[in-house]
């Protein structure tokens, strides 16, 4: 079963900027948002925004198991307590790292009707929305983590790409031998 989208890994500049405000929720954005519900089932995953798939637009979708969910042009209007919660990113593929957010949510933003919503949310939910909503802004929640944690996922980052481009360089037939200078014979 193959996904509508390929989903974006860090390193791709799309996943640091600042997506723009949707103005128009027509049959274009409500198809976006289809494929981007199966992209995310397809991972799987409970969140995934609209930059994931290089698009630079202010949505995101999510289920947390109620269902599937669309959030146009998203804005968190409160936040409460604190929650630990191993976080992980689809964009980061096989890295997860405990983050403190803060527990309790109230998001706003628009559904695919152009209704407004408002959303009060907690642990689970609350983590997903503030994760999600965070891309919209170019942020992976690597950043959000102590310079140390983050010093680590880095370098496990670092690692696996490594590993990712020997495996790809293993596929192409051995370049010849480059000319040392000298004759061997
Ligand atoms: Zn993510």
């Known amino acids: 079963m193959d996904a509508p989208y390929e989903i974006r890994r860090i390193g791709d500049p799309v996943l640091r900027q600042r997506a723009k405000e949707v103005t128009d929720v ?9 494929d981007m519900v199966e992209t ?15 698009v630079q637009k202010r ?3 999510y289920d947390v198991g ?12 409160e936040t409460d307590g604190e929650w630990a919660f191993e976080e992980g990113c689809l964009s980061i593929p096989g890295l997860a790292f405990e983050l403190v957010r803060p527990k309790q949510v109230h998001l706003v933003g628009y559904d695919l009707e152009g209704n407004e919503v408002s959303i009060e949310a907690d642990e689970l939910l609350a983590r997903a929305l503030q994760h999600e909503l965070d891309h919209l802004d170019g942020i992976l929640y690597i950043e959000r ?7 680590a996922a880095l370098k496990i980052i670092r690692e696996q790409k490594l590993t990712a481009a020997d495996l ?13 200078g000298f004759s061997l014979r």
């Open 40 to 54: 995310m089932y397809a991972a799987p995953g409970v969140g995934l925004a609209a930059p994931q798939v290089g």
């Open 26 to 34: 027509d049959a274009k954005l409500v198809r976006l948002a289809g």
């Open 66 to 77: 109620e269902g599937p969910h669309t959030i146009v042009n998203p804005e968190i209007r």
């Open 145 to 151: 983590l102590d310079p140390d944690q983050r010093k």
């Open 59 to 61: 949505l995101f979708v």
């Open 168 to 180: 790809a360089d293993a596929e192409v037939p051995a370049p010849a031998q480059k000319s040392t």
